[in-house]
């Protein structure tokens, strides 16, 4: 097998930014799309595209989303391997997508949602076809560092439904017109990730891959999504039935203004994912995760600012007053965001020492937290109780990733100055509550956030970190880069 020489330190920032970029792009379109269909089809409609929205992605995070990582992580190390791999992890996709299909269509009749539900369901389901083999287009293009095209992918799918969603809405066909938008959006993504990487790809390669054996292998890439999904969206379904359609609308919107926070340690990460993986988990690449910790933590707290001043006045200019419940929820999102980000970071590092099958355990028993959470809250508090059984399970996550760390690498990873940015956003926080009571929250949090910004530009170079003349991603050393004593190696289970 040919080893893949990690990129430069500068190659990894300029991919990190390609990445995000794409991201970015695909998340304002989203939302941009989102917020015009709230608007148009009114909160109760749009909590049901909610739900759909939510049945969907399951489905397809199940079915094996977490595979663009996998063929990410064996391609950087095997080009070579490209089109065989890819071709076989998309053909096991399509193979366990239509029992995902089918399964979730009975889970939602068993909990008695109405006929018309399931049929959208079925109908939007049918993204699926050209998403897995985007998603697989896509991976093979972040193992081949050809990060620059994701930009049009994202180009190509958002634009395509901020025109015909909304057209489709004032044409009369509702929700149905929305659904036959994202099948086309889909289908325009994957053509443009197709055709990128056609060029690139050795379709002549002879590279043999049992598909049992294969299956096998990638098994965990199927488990982990599924049961931290569940986790992850179960608070849609449980406030759709819990506490009605007008909860999940007024959730779900701070819900993907949350989730479209991720891009950032998703675009630093993933441009990383390669490196590490072909370097293997070294002395110099946990150096470079804390300095990436550094930089996400520090985007983390100022969001929580942002939030703290702006909730408020955006949500009524863009949503309107019937969505004022989502101000609050927004605020507590925000928080969450804090251990999402240093959660993306400790996972990608796992990832990269090929210790994927943790992550079945830790998904499992913030699984079964969140859930329970969810039913002890939701029924009282309704969407801020789903907003706080989020924040509380991103927690126990990072405690379990800390935890993992530890003990599978040797040490905990934490961002570099840690112990100094907190300190400063504490006393951001502090000067905010104190100026709010003096001149209101919009300039009060003008303000602190312009310090806490200035703070943070002075005191981190942010993904500059990444541009340092060492090259700090260099071939793995000749001794153990998991250093563990002999008899805590004997004392390990299995499933580490």
């Known amino acids: 097998m040919s080893a893949t020489v990690a990129s430069p330190p500068r190659d990894v920032a300029v991919n990190a930014g390609w990445l995000a970029t794409a991201q970015v792009v695909r998340r304002l379109l989203r939302l941009g799309v989102l917020l015009l269909i709230a608007r148009l089809i009114g909160i109760e409609s749009f909590g049901v595209y909610a739900l759909l929205l939510t049945a969907v992605e399951l489905i397809a995070l199940v079915s094996g989303f977490s595979y663009g990582d996998f063929l990410t992580r064996e391609i950087a190390k095997d080009r070579q391997s490209a089109w065989p791999l890819a071709k076989r992890v998309t053909q096991i996709r399509f193979a366990y997508s239509v029992p995902c299909v089918a399964v979730a269509i009975l889970l939602l009749a068993a909990l008695r949602f109405p006929r018309a539900l399931l049929v959208n369901v079925a109908l939007l389901s049918l993204t699926l076809v050209p998403r897995i083999i985007g998603d697989s287009a896509q991976g093979v293009m972040k193992a081949l560092l050809r990060f620059r095209p994701l930009l049009w992918v994202e180009l190509a ?10 057209l489709l809405v004032w044409k009369g066909f509702g929700l149905r017109g929305v659904i036959a938008a994202e099948i086309l959006a889909a289908l325009g993504g994957t ?13 002549k390669g002879t590279h043999q891959h049992n598909v049992r054996t294969l299956a096998r292998s990638i098994l965990a890439f199927n488990i982990y999504p599924f049961i931290a999904t569940i986790y992850d969206r179960i608070d849609i379904v449980l406030l759709s039935k819990l506490a009605g359609n007008i909860a999940t609308a007024v959730y779900s919107v701070p819900y993907r203004v949350f989730a479209g926070l991720s891009i950032i340690p998703y675009g630093t990460m993933g441009a990383l994912l390669p490196a590490f993986s072909a ?11 804390r300095r990436a910790m550094k930089f996400l933590y520090l985007i983390a707290l100022q969001a929580v600012l942002l939030a703290l001043a702006f909730a408020r006045p955006a949500v009524l200019i863009l949503l309107g007053q019937s969505y004022s419940g989502s101000i609050i929820t927004i605020k507590i999102l925000a928080w969450a965001g804090i251990p999402v980000f240093l959660n993306h970071a400790l996972n990608i590092l796992l ?12 998904a499992s028993i913030c699984t079964v937290f969140n859930i329970s959470v969810n039913l002890l809250l939701i029924p009282r508090f309704s969407f801020v109780g789903a907003a706080t059984a989020t924040l509380l399970t991103e927690l126990l996550l990072l405690a379990q990733n800390c935890y993992l760390v530890r003990r599978l690498i040797g040490e905990f990873i934490f961002p570099q100055d840690g112990l100094k940015t907190t300190s400063v956003f504490l006393l951001a926080i502090t000067g905010f509550l104190i100026l709010r009571s003096l001149v209101g929250g919009i300039i009060a949090g003008t303000l602190t956030s312009a310090a806490f910004a200035s703070f943070a530009v002075m005191t981190s170079r942010g993904l500059s970190v990444l541009l340092s003349p060492e090259p700090v991603l260099r071939r793995p050393p000749k001794e153990p880069v998991l250093r563990c004593k ?8 299995s499933w580490l």
Do not use: Y
Request: glycine share 4%.
């Open 351 to 362: 990832l990269a020492a090929h210790k994927e099958k943790v992550f079945v355990w830790t």
């Open 191 to 203: 053509v443009v990730a197709s055709l990128v990487i056609v060029p690139a790809v050795d379709f």
């Open 486 to 493: 002999p008899k805590d190696q004997r004392r390990k289970r």
């Open 157 to 166: 799918q958002g634009a395509l439904m901020l025109s015909v969603a909304p």
């Open 279 to 289: 370097a293997g988990v070294t002395r110099e690449t946990r150096d470079e995760c």
